[in-house]
C-alpha cells in the first residue's frame, strides 16, 4: 500500500458537511486540509451545458452509481436482505457538493423541542409512551445552534420571511418556529398562482402559510465570504439538477470558491474512503483507493467523516470502532437510531393551466399548524405530526405526465387514457407533507452477511419498517392535504399512501435518512458527544445527519450544516490548542 505525507485534517467526503468544515478550518487556522471525494468534479459550466429530464431526473446522472455500491434492506430481524438495484426511496448523492448539488433547496430550521424530543415526551406521556420508542436528547439545544443556522442561512443567501424575530411573533412568517436571530437575508420568492392559492385557502381554514425557506435566490446576493451569485430564473431545473445560473446554492458555488486556491487546503476527487485506521484509542489517517485503483493509506492527526448518513455509519463499522448495535439486547450504539421520514401526496387538479414547468425547487409555501405536536387529534394517538405543503418546483413534462383526476376516464392506457392526460397536462400539482419519523429499537443499520461492493466489503443493511404510528401521521397529514386542496377549489386526486403499508425501498419519499452514528449526552446511547465527537476517539469526528437520534419534519440540510459549523467552531477555538474530549 502506497503511504502519503501526513496531514492536519482529512475529510472523507466533499458535500455539504465536507466542504463546510473544510472551508471554516483552512480559512481559520493555517492546518492543512485534505477533503477526499470519491465522486467526480462538478462544475458550473457542466450544468451549464444543458440540462435534460432523461438523463437527470429519470436515470439519476447525479447519483451513486448503484452497480458499484448500494444498500440493502429487509424489514424486520431475521429476515434476509435484498440489495436496493435500482433508485427508490432515497437518492444518495456521489461527486464534488454531494447531494447538495442536486438537492430542492428547501430550508428549514427544527423546531427547538426537537433537541429534547425525548424529555419532553416523557414529560407529557410518561409511561403511556410505546415500549420500543428509542427516541433520545440531542445534548444541544436550539438557542446553542441558534448563531449557527444563522451563519448557514447566510451563506447561502436564504430567502424567507421570519415567524419569530427574538421572541417577537410577526405576521407572514412561521409563528411556531424557534426565535430567529434575525430576518432572513433575503426576501421570499414571488408566490406563483398556485401557492397564493394555497396561502388563501390555509388562512380560510385558520392556518398559519409562510413562504418555505428557500435556498434559491430571490435576487442577486453577496454572502459574507464575498461570493456573489445571481437571482433564480425560474427555469424549473432544480431538484435532482445542478443549478445552470448559481442561483441555487450548492457546495461547488458557495464553498468551493472560498477554497480554491488556497494553500492550505487540497480536494482529491475519484477516492473512495474505505477505512479509517486507529490504533490504541487514536485515529491515525485513512486508506482509500484512488482513481488508479490503489490502494493508498492518508495520515493525519484529525479525521472527519462527512460521508453522508448511510456511508458514515458503515465505514465506523467497517473500521471495526465502536460496539455495533444489537436490537436483541439493546447493547451497542452504531448503527441504532435510523430513521427516514413520513411522507404523503395529495394530487390536485385545477381548471386552469398552472404553468407549472416554471418554478424552483423550493418556490412554495408551508403550514406548520401540525407540526411537532400542535393541533393533533388526540383520538388518533399521533405523538408527533408534521410539515404540509405546496410548491411550484417545476414540473417536468416526461416524470410528471399522465396525472388524471378520479372519475375522468377509467381507462389506465390507450387512446382515452392519453386523451384525459393530454387535457390534464399542465394542470395537476400536489399538497405534500413530511412527518417526523421517531426511533425504534427494531430500526437499524449494520453490514450486511452477503452482499459487497465492487471492493468486495459489505454493503450497509437497513432494517426498516413502518409502525402503526407513521402509518397514522401519513393519515393525518393526507386528511389536512384533502381539506385544504379542496379549499383551493382544487379536484383531489388519490394520495401516495407510500406509509400506508411496510416500508417500501420503491418509491421516492425524500433522501433524508438520518441516524445510526448518533450523537447524544452519554457514551451509553450514543456514538458521539454533542459535539459531533466520537466518546471514545476524539481526533474523529462524525458530522452529518447520521448524528441525528430521530427524524424532524422537513428538511435536514440546514440542521446539519448548523451542527457542522458549531463542530468546526469548537474544534477551532478549542480543540486544536487543547485536543482531547470536548464534553
Ligand atoms: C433529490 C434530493 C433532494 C433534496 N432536497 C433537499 C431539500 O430541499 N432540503 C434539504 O434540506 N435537504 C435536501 N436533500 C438532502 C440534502 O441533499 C442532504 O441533507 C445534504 O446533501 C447532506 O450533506 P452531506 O454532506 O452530509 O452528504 P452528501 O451531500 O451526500 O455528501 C456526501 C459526499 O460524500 C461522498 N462520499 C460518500 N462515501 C464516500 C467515501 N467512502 N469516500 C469518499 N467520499 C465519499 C459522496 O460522494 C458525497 O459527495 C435532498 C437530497 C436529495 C438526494
Known amino acids: 500500500m502506497q503511504r502519503l505525507k501526513p496531514v492536519d485534517v482529512v475529510i472523507a467526503g466533499g458535500g455539504w458537511v465536507g466542504l463546510a468544515m473544510a472551508k471554516e478550518i483552512a480559512t481559520r487556522t493555517s492546518l492543512s486540509v485534505l477533503v477526499l471525494e470519491r465522486g467526480p468534479a462538478r462544475r458550473l459550466k457542466d450544468y451549464a451545458a444543458g440540462m435534460d429530464e432523461v438523463d437527470y431526473a429519470l436515470r439519476f446522472k447525479m447519483m451513486q452509481n448503484l452497480a458499484e455500491e448500494t444498500t440493502t434492506h429487509r424489514h424486520s430481524i431475521g429476515q434476509t436482505a435484498a440489495p436496493i438495484r435500482q433508485y427508490g426511496s432515497f437518492n444518495p448523492g456521489t461527486g464534488v457538493g454531494g447531494a447538495g448539488e442536486h438537492w430542492g433547496g428547501l430550508a428549514y430550521r427544527y423546531l427547538p423541542d426537537q433537541f429534547r424530543l425525548a424529555t419532553m415526551l416523557r414529560e407529557k406521556h410518561g409511561t403511556r409512551l410505546p415500549a420500543d420508542l428509542l427516541v433520545q436528547d440531542w445534548g444541544v439545544t436550539y438557542d446553542e445552534l441558534e448563531p449557527y443556522y444563522w451563519q448557514a442561512e447566510q451563506m447561502m443567501g436564504?430567502?424567507?420571511?421570519?415567524?419569530?424575530?427574538?421572541?417577537?411573533?410577526?405576521?407572514?412568517?412561521?409563528?411556531?418556529?424557534?426565535?430567529?436571530?434575525?430576518?432572513?437575508?433575503n426576501p421570499p420568492h414571488k408566490p406563483t398562482w398556485l401557492v397564493s392559492r394555497f396561502n388563501q385557502a390555509a388562512r380560510e381554514l385558520g392556518y398559519h402559510p409562510?413562504?418555505?425557506?428557500?435556498?434559491?435566490?430571490?435576487?442577486?446576493?453577496?454572502?459574507?465570504?464575498?461570493?456573489?451569485?445571481?437571482?433564480?430564473?425560474?427555469?424549473?431545473?432544480?431538484?435532482?439538477?445542478?443549478?445552470?445560473?448559481?442561483?441555487?446554492?450548492?457546495?461547488?458555488?458557495?464553498?468551493l470558491p472560498v477554497l480554491t486556491g488556497r494553500k492550505n487546503f487540497t480536494l482529491r476527487t475519484g477516492c473512495n474512503v474505505r477505512r479509517i485506521a486507529h490504533r490504541e484509542g487514536t485515529a491515525t489517517g485513512v486508506t482509500y483507493i484512488g482513481e488508479s485503483g490503489v490502494e493508498i493509506e492518508q495520515p493525519a492527526h484529525v479525521v472527519i467523516l462527512g460521508s453522508w448518513t448511510l456511508n458514515n455509519c458503515r465505514l465506523l463499522l467497517?473500521?471495526?470502532?465502536?460496539?455495533?448495535?444489537?436490537?436483541a439486547t439493546g447493547k451497542g450504539t452504531l448503527g441504532r437510531n435510523l430513521t427516514h421520514q413520513?411522507?404523503?401526496?395529495?394530487?390536485?387538479?385545477f381548471e386552469r393551466p398552472l404553468n407549472a414547468f416554471m418554478g424552483a425547487g423550493a418556490l412554495g409555501a408551508t403550514l406548520a399548524d401540525f407540526d411537532g405536536d400542535r393541533n393533533l387529534d388526540p383520538s388518533m394517538g399521533i405523538l408527533r405530526g408534521g410539515q404540509i405543503r405546496v410548491t411550484s418546483g417545476g414540473e417536468a413534462p416526461i416524470g410528471s405526465f399522465g396525472r388524471i383526476p378520479p372519475g375522468e376516464t377509467e381507462a389506465s392506457w390507450g387512446s382515452a387514457w392519453k386523451k384525459a392526460a393530454l387535457k390534464w397536462w399542465d394542470h395537476a400539482s400536489s399538497i405534500t407533507s413530511e412527518a417526523e419519523h421517531l426511533a425504534y429499537r427494531q430500526n437499524y443499520i449494520d453490514l450486511d452477511p452477503t452482499y459487497t461492493d465492487k471492493f468486495?466489503?459489505?454493503?450497509?443493511?437497513?432494517?426498516?419498517?413502518?409502525t402503526d404510528h407513521e402509518r397514522r401521521q401519513a393519515e393525518m397529514t393526507i386528511q389536512v392535504q384533502a381539506k385544504v386542496g379542496k379549499a383551493m377549489g382544487a379536484r383531489i386526486g388519490n394520495p401516495a399512501r407510500r406509509v400506508a403499508g411496510r416500508y417500501s425501498t420503491v418509491e421516492y419519499q425524500s433522501s433524508h435518512v438520518s441516524g445510526g452514528v448518533v450523537a447524544g449526552t452519554s457514551?451509553?446511547?450514543?456514538?458521539?458527544?454533542p459535539w459531533m465527537q466520537h466518546w471514545s476517539i476524539p481526533n474523529l469526528w462524525v458530522v452529518g445527519a447520521s448524528g441525528f437520534p430521530q427524524n424532524s419534519s422537513g428538511n435536514p440540510t440546514m440542521t446539519i450544516l448548523a451542527m457542522a459549523y458549531r463542530s468546526a467552531d469548537v474544534m477551532i477555538k478549542r480543540y486544536f490548542k487543547r485536543p482531547g474530549s470536548m464534553a
Open 523 to 529: 457514551p451509553e446511547n450514543s456514538v458521539l458527544n
Open 456 to 466: 468486495g466489503d459489505p454493503l450497509a443493511r437497513l432494517t426498516l419498517d413502518w
Open 318 to 327: 467497517l473500521s471495526k470502532i465502536g460496539e455495533p448495535y444489537d436490537p
Open 158 to 185: 436564504i430567502g424567507g420571511k421570519a415567524g419569530n424575530l427574538r421572541g417577537q411573533i410577526v405576521e407572514g412568517g412561521n409563528p411556531f418556529e424557534g426565535p430567529r436571530s434575525h430576518e432572513f437575508p
Open 342 to 349: 413520513v411522507g404523503t401526496a395529495t394530487p390536485i387538479f
Open 210 to 255: 409562510f413562504p418555505t425557506p428557500a435556498a434559491t435566490l430571490s435576487q442577486t446576493y453577496r454572502n459574507p465570504d464575498g461570493v456573489t451569485r445571481s437571482g433564480c430564473a425560474y427555469c424549473g431545473y432544480c431538484l435532482r439538477y445542478g443549478c445552470m445560473i448559481g442561483a441555487k446554492a450548492q457546495p461547488t458555488n458557495t464553498l
